[in-house]
């Protein structure tokens, strides 16, 4: 450990010691699964692609897609790392009673989580825009390979990999698009796209589970994001109004540090795995005050 990090951590580990928890993660906490994040210190400027434009029509979506096609073939080798492992750990020992992630690359999922919120949803998962069907993105992978002989292949392994698991391809006009397996009619990844609304029933489960922690004195830890948009800041807000201490371990500042009882500007890996270390040693005990199941505060 770190000398400079371990006066911060053991305020951490004090703060947090006996305290349900419940977890709202970002980008920063992928990049050790070799994904890159949005706004991390040295981060270059991305502008992902918004609702709008992908709606606009098949130029926009070839973009996508072409640029998805390649991505995807990386993305989908990623795997958990020290710091997913670390939540999932605290989750299966009662310590981490839920999860709310605004990460698309489902590592939460792989690790093992149970009570898990995709806010934002899945890469791994594809909706039609005309008939509403959900299907895998593996199999699309397949379409698309078929329909696209060698494309992947022609683009050479400097080109950049962006955090959503694109790359950043610029020509694609030769790129073909398939359509829905059921109805032909256009794809689109089942996440939420900048210009695009988190589903209001995550938004409520969300807040559930942080009021599940007020009664029971619980805490809440945030790791690996900037806060940067309100799909995730709002609840750090929320805790904060209703006093849930909120604990913030990320490289760099976000917008939630003024609402923090503590922030550790540190990587997740380390630092989740020091907690997930510390609530297994001796003498260490989360509080027996009964959680409120956060199922039965959401309407």
């Known amino acids: 450990m770190q000398n400079a990090l371990a006066a911060p951590l053991d305020e951490a580990l004090d703060l947090l010691a006996g305290r349900p928890l419940v977890a709202l993660t970002g980008a920063g906490l992928s990049t050790d699964s070799g994904i890159p994040d949005y706004r991390g210190p040295g981060s270059p400027l991305r502008r992902p692609m918004t609702y709008g434009e992908f709606v606009s029509g098949p130029a926009a979506q070839r973009r996508y897609w072409a640029r998805s096609h390649v991505g995807w073939a990386r993305m989908r080798r990623a795997v958990p790392n020290p710091g997913h492992l670390a939540l999932a750990d605290l989750e299966r020992r009662g310590v981490l009673r839920g999860l709310i992630t605004q990460n698309v690359d489902g590592l939460h999922g792989e690790a093992g989580h149970r009570e898990l919120i995709d806010l934002h949803g899945r890469i791994a998962d594809v909706v039609c825009l005309a008939c509403g069907e959900i299907s895998s993105r593996a199999v699309l992978q397949e379409r698309f390979e078929a329909a696209n002989p060698g494309f992947a292949d022609s683009v050479g392994p400097e080109i950049e990999t962006a955090p ?136």
């Open 164 to 299: 959503d698991g694109d790359v950043l391809l610029e020509r694609t006009e030769g790129f073909r698009l398939v359509g829905c397996a059921t109805c032909g009619g256009p794809l689109k990844p089942d996440v939420v796209f900048f210009g695009e609304n988190v589903p209001k029933e995550r938004v409520v489960r969300a807040y559930a589970m942080v009021d599940a922690l007020r009664a029971a004195g619980g805490a809440l830890l945030v790791a690996g994001s900037s806060l940067t948009v309100m799909s995730g800041l709002r609840f750090v807000k929320h805790a904060a109004k209703h006093d849930v201490p909120v604990v913030i371990v990320n490289r760099g500042e976000t917008r939630g540090d003024p609402l923090a009882a503590l922030r550790l500007d540190a990587g997740c890996s380390e630092v989740l795995s020091a907690l997930a270390g510390a609530c297994g040693g001796a003498g260490v005990e989360v509080r027996d005050t009964p959680i409120p199941e956060w199922r039965d505060l959401a309407p």
